[in-house]
T-cell receptor, first 112, second 116 residues
């Protein structure tokens, strides 16, 4: 099955700084690359995703970049705000089934 | 946040008892999933179903069972064979995988199960 790793496991940044979280995966057939955000005590929610035919996608302060050759994709958050504090999960999809494989998560803390 | 519900929010059981967690969705999604989340860990897939009357094992299916008799419902039974059942259980649903459709999974609020 797919082997997914996220780095770093924890990340602390000052408000206004940028944050980058990297996700590596093992299956070269992976074709869909989402990032989910889970605030404390809440359910995970999709914040951005990218497909294998695209290298980068941006949505306001967040962006995802994909390097299929190296089998990794990254979440970029600019101008971080306290409400960005949460756990972020990558969850690449492989093959024709709809299931995702979640990484172990990155806890982002944005300090004032 | 609406569209997919789980009940109850908290559940307490004695060791050796089976317990069934409810998951219902009104999003008209074909696919449904059950995950287990332990402190400091990611979401691990227990079972998933891509269509009514069909389901597949995920990465940690041992000690669990599911059924998918209706499109809207995907209950999970935690059996006495599950060695460490205490965890946070999340249900999710998504559109079916049919060429170009979104694979976004919508999550329920979760059920926190404690077995003593």
């Amino acid at each position: 099955g797919e082997n997914v790793e996220q780095h770093p496991s924890t990340l602390s940044v000052q408000e206004g700084d940028s944050a980058v979280i990297k996700c590596t995966y093992s299956d070269s057939a992976s074709n869909y690359f989402p990032w989910y955000k889970q605030e404390l005590g809440k359910r995970p929610q999709l914040i951005i995703d990218i497909r294998s035919n695209v290298g980068e996608k941006k949505d306001q302060r967040i962006a995802v970049t994909l390097n299929k050759t190296a089998k990794h994709f990254s979440l970029h958050i600019t101008e971080t705000q306290p409400e960005d504090s949460a756990v972020y999960f990558c969850a690449p999809k492989t093959g024709t089934a709809s299931k995702l494989t979640f990484g172990t998560g990155t806890r982002l803390q944005v300090t004032l | 946040d609406g569209g997919i519900t789980q009940s109850p929010k908290y559940l307490f059981r004695k060791e050796g008892q089976n317990v069934t967690l409810s998951c219902e969705q009104n999003l008209n999604h074909d696919a449904m999933y059950w995950y287990r989340q332990d402190p400091g860990q990611g979401l691990r897939l227990i079972y998933y179903s891509q269509i009514v009357n069909d389901f597949q094992k995920g990465d940690i299916a041992e000690g669990y069972s599911v059924s998918r008799e209706k499109k809207e419902s995907f209950p999970l039974t935690v059996t006495s064979a599950q060695k460490n059942p205490t965890a946070f259980y999340l249900c999710a649903s998504s559109k079916s995988n049919s060429g170009g459709n979104s694979y976004e999974q919508y999550f329920g609020p979760g059920t926190r199960l404690t077995v003593t």
